[in-house]
């Protein structure tokens, strides 16, 4: 790796042991770790085990990685046993011309069009959930989110109610993103697939399950004559590409495997944040429920509610920029390319992390607070395009960033009319870096009814 004449060589990470390189502090404590990076510079070299390995934090240089994805860099890294298990060749797993097939076939699923039929749901399945709730009790924010969100995904996409298939789902995809998980932390990382580890056993036996009950709706959805649910999985049984043949079963069962795990964990967690951070930060809170009760008053909120609650969903958005669920992002370098003026050899690998870069000072003031109106108005303009990359960007970007936002919109405004949460001041919630940011512990929260702003 070289840099253009005049520029000084891309600083190098201390630390590195010989044949493991940067692992253990990586394994350690990996926000910590990017975070240093970023203090080193821009362009940062640095090593995992044998890969050589560079870390880019300046929006510019991220934006020119985003924008040459399937071009100068490559989504051809491994993924890990774990993850490549589960969804096989979903879309997320995937690139070059079969990734397009399978975008180009499921880009209608997320058209706005469809996403205000899926609002519905979302409301719907957030009053039953307050259904079972009371005032004064305490209840884990983390569990609860993470179940909303859940059905919703299952309900979205597979027409799946909570009673039935969506619990056997539920209950093996915990014990599959827990292992997932724990391979992510580096833990398992490096022992080959071939060994079955206790965690990889039970990896499989709650992958059996799953397929189980998805092969099962899969074949009576195709056997229906009739109406059928409109969900995610009828759309792309319909879906055809450009020489007209749909997708196999076996593609249908990773796409859908795909889209859940994309889909539930990452909002639900999204949530969890956002609720710790409106408790600590009470001007807020107050300022989103007023826009709620003037927006939508004691009606089930709507689709057509969501482009009004502009500061509901900058709520959202600066939750994202605070706890981004997927806080680290790796590709690699496709050919010889320049990155920042620095010279970057072809099969490095190049690293992001949303983490890092969103706590930057210089793009956020005073970073680690929690100001929703850095996302209105004006206040914008200040703001490097790929400063805040939540959702990564370019060719890939994800596909269900306008569902994520929609959903978390509408379940705050939709709880906001019944509840105010409470949360413990001294308790201390630390961020979990698995597969995603997780809160790394329960999140007790008491539910009070709101009071007139
Ligand atoms: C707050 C919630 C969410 C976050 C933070 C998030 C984040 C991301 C990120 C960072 C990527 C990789 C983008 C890239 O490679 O440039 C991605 C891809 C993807 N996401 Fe999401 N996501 C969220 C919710 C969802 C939901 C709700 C769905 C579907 C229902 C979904 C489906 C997907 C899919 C299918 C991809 C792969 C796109 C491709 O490779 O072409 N995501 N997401």
Not at 276 to 299: D, F, K, S, W
Request: aromatic share 8%; hydrophobic share 40%; net charge neutral.
């Amino acid at each position: 790796m070289t840099s253009a004449p005049g520029k000084p060589p891309i600083p190098v990470m201390p630390g590195g042991l010989p044949g493991i390189g940067h692992l253990p502090r990586f394994a350690r404590d990996p926000l910590s770790f990017f975070t240093a990076l970023r203090e080193r510079g821009d362009i940062v070299r640095w090593r995992l085990g044998n890969m050589d390995s560079v870390f880019v934090a300046h929006p510019d240089d991220i934006q020119s990685v985003f924008l040459n994805v399937e071009k100068t860099f490559s989504m051809d890294v491994d993924s890990g046993y774990a993850f490549t298990l589960f969804a096989g060749q979903g879309i997320i797993n995937t690139h070059g011309e079969f990734w397009r097939r399978q975008r180009k076939m499921m880009q209608p699923g997320m058209h706005p069009r469809r996403i205000a039929g899926y609002a519905d749901t979302m409301v719907t399945l957030t009053e039953q959930m307050l259904q079972g709730w009371r005032p004064g009790e305490t209840r884990d924010i983390r569990v609860e989110m993470l179940a909303l969100t859940q059905r919703i995904a299952a309900k979205t996409l597979f027409g799946a109610d909570v009673s039935g298939d969506a619990a056997t789902v539920g209950d093996a995809l915990d014990v599959a993103s827990r292992e997932i998980g724990a391979e992510f932390r580096g833990v398992t990382m490096f022992i080959p697939p071939s060994v079955p580890t206790p965690g990889r056993r039970r990896l499989k036996a709650a992958i059996g399950q799953v397929e189980q009950v998805l092969y099962r709706i899969i074949a009576e959805r195709k056997a229906a004559t009739g109406d059928r649910p409109d969900d995610m999985l009828s759309m792309l049984i319909d879906a055809r590409d450009d020489d007209g043949q749909p997708m196999s079963d076996k593609q249908l069962r990773d796409e859908t495997m795909t889209l859940y795990i994309a889909g539930h964990e990452t909002t639900g967690n999204t949530l969890v944040w956002a609720y710790q951070l409106l408790a600590r930060n009470p001007h807020v809170y107050e300022r989103m429920i007023q826009e709620i009760t003037e927006v939508v008053g004691n009606r089930p909120p709507e689709m057509s509610d969501y482009v009004a609650l502009r500061y509901t969903e900058a709520v959202v958005k600066e939750t994202l920029r605070l706890y981004p669920p997927a806080w680290l992002f790796q590709v690699k370098a496709a050919a010889d390319v320049t990155l920042g003026g620095h010279a970057i050899a072809r099969d490095t690998n190049v690293w992001m992390s949303q983490w890092a870069t969103h706590r930057d000072p210089r793009w956020f003031d005073t970073p680690d607070a929690f100001r929703p109106e850095r996302f209105l108005g004006d206040n914008l303009a200040t703001m490097p395009t790929y400063a805040w990359f939540p959702f990564g960007g370019g060719p890939h970007v994800c596909l269900g960033n306008r569902f994520a936002l929609v959903e978390a919109v509408l379940i705050l405004a939709t709880i906001a009319q019944r509840y105010r949460l409470d949360l413990d001041p001294d308790l201390v919630i630390t961020p979990q870096p698995l597969l995603t940011l997780q809160p790394g512990r329960d999140v007790p929260m008491r539910l009070h009814r709101p009071t007139a702003a």
